[in-house]
T-cell receptor
Framework: NAGVMQNPRHLVRRRGQEARLRCSPM?????VYWYRQLPEEGLKFMVY????????ESGMPKERFSAEFPKEGPSILRIQQVVRGDSAAYFC?????????????FGPGTRLTVL | TQLLEQSPQFLSIQEGENLTVYCNSS?????LQWYRQEPGEGPVLLVT?????EVKKLKRLTFQFGDARKDSSLHITAAQPGDTGLYLC?????????FGTGTRLQVFP
């Protein structure tokens, strides 16, 4: 069984460019979560999506960040006009359901470096 | 605001020693997950505990969820270098996981 897939694993962008991070959930999982891990910090929740719906975006910065999970294809986290402070590891997790008892399985992450 | 603390922050021990790491909160949680994260990788799930007082064993690892579901502990028996990593507890009430800063464990041969 394939786990959660993320690509690219490493992404380098210059300030002002756009970054697109992709996440394919585990087979059979329709719930996707994005977390950000800044250097030497814990993981912070960003957004929770189901197919074609954003359920909870309380952790998303108000500007430049957006996320989608279309009916077909991977979930995308988009960061527009990146700044150096966006440099971090971005992790995607998926679960079969959205309940508190549903386990979230994490992908290997995308490490974004903004020059 | 939910306060989540993991202790100790850092732990360096010799192979064969036992250790316990703790996860404490001021809030009650529906469930709690423990993960281990190695450098450059994503967190890997170790266990999910749901019931207050629950104890789960995974080989040399023993996990306990507090009776009041506000705290948890992870005990490792006879630690090995392969246990080295960042141990994260992640309580959960709703859709999101709340992570502490974790315990960084280094086991020397």
């Amino acid at each position: 069984n394939a786990g959660v897939m993320q690509n690219p694993r490493h992404l380098v962008r210059r300030r002002g460019q756009e970054a697109r991070l992709r996440c394919s959930p585990m087979k059979g999982h329709s719930h996707v979560y994005w977390y950000r891990q800044l250097p030497e910090e814990g993981l912070k929740f960003m957004v929770y999506l189901q197919k074609e719906n954003i359920i909870d975006e309380s952790g998303m910065p108000k500007e430049r960040f957006s996320a989608e999970f279309p009916k077909e294809g991977p979930s995308i986290l988009r960061i527009q006009q990146v700044v150096r402070g966006d440099s971090a590891a971005y992790f995607c997790a998926s679960s079969p359901g959205g309940g508190a008892g549903d386990t979230q399985y994490f992908g290997p992450g995308t490490r974004l470096t903004v020059l | 605001t939910q306060l989540l603390e993991q202790s100790p922050q850092f732990l360096s021990i010799q192979e064969g020693e036992n250790l316990t790491v703790y996860c404490n909160s001021s809030s009650v949680f529906s469930s709690l997950q423990w993960y281990r994260q190695e450098p450059g990788e994503g967190p890997v799930l170790l266990v999910t505990v749901v019931t207050g007082g629950e104890v789960k064993k995974l080989k040399r690892l023993t996990f306990q969820f507090g009776d009041a579901r506000k705290d948890s502990s992870l005990h490792i028996t006879a630690a090995q270098p392969g246990d080295t990593g960042l141990y994260l507890c992640a309580p959960r009430n709703t859709d999101k996981l709340i992570f502490g800063t974790g315990t960084r464990l280094q086991v020397f041969p």
